[in-house]
Nanobody, 126 residues
Framework: VQLQASGGGLVQAGDSLRLSCATS????????IGWFRQAPGKEREFVGG????????YYSDFVKGRFTIARDNAKNTVDLQMNSLKPEDTAVYYC????????????????????WGQGTLVTVSS
């Protein structure tokens, strides 16, 4: 399973940014796809994800209402749309794939994920 995250950059507070995680159509069908982020000096934290086979999305509480995750079938990507960005959203963002045998309650932890893409840096200036 190969994952490729892209779309990071430097934006100002209040701006929007869309990150994409590219992978194969088979991966979407068989794996849960999650987004995580890691700020300098901090642990990797869960952002949100989409269940395998399109069985719905799940989010961390701190991004609800600001971030949206959706699958783009035409591009074979899972996109993370980030709105109303804050300086504290500055981090390297990663996408990852977890087996469809993982239950929902497990999917907010990095250890549940089997495959990781390289990160993409998002910097939000104040």
């Amino acid at each position: 399973v190969q994952l490729q995250a892209s779309g990071g950059g430097l934006v100002q507070a209040g701006d929007s940014l869309r990150l994409s995680c590219a992978t194969s159509g088979r991966t979407f069908t068989n794996y849960n796809i999650g987004w995580f982020r890691q700020a300098p000096g901090k642990e990797r934290e869960f952002v949100g994800g989409i269940r395998w086979g399109g069985r719905g999305t799940y989010y961390s509480d701190f991004v609800k209402g600001r971030f949206t995750i959706a699958r783009d079938n035409a591009k074979n990507t899972v996109d993370l749309q980030m709105n109303s960005l804050k300086p504290e959203d500055t981090a390297v963002y990663y996408c990852a794939a977890a087996s469809n045998s993982r239950i929902l309650s497990m999917l907010n932890t990095p250890s549940a994920y089997d495959y990781w893409g390289q990160g993409t840096l998002v910097t939000v200036s104040s």
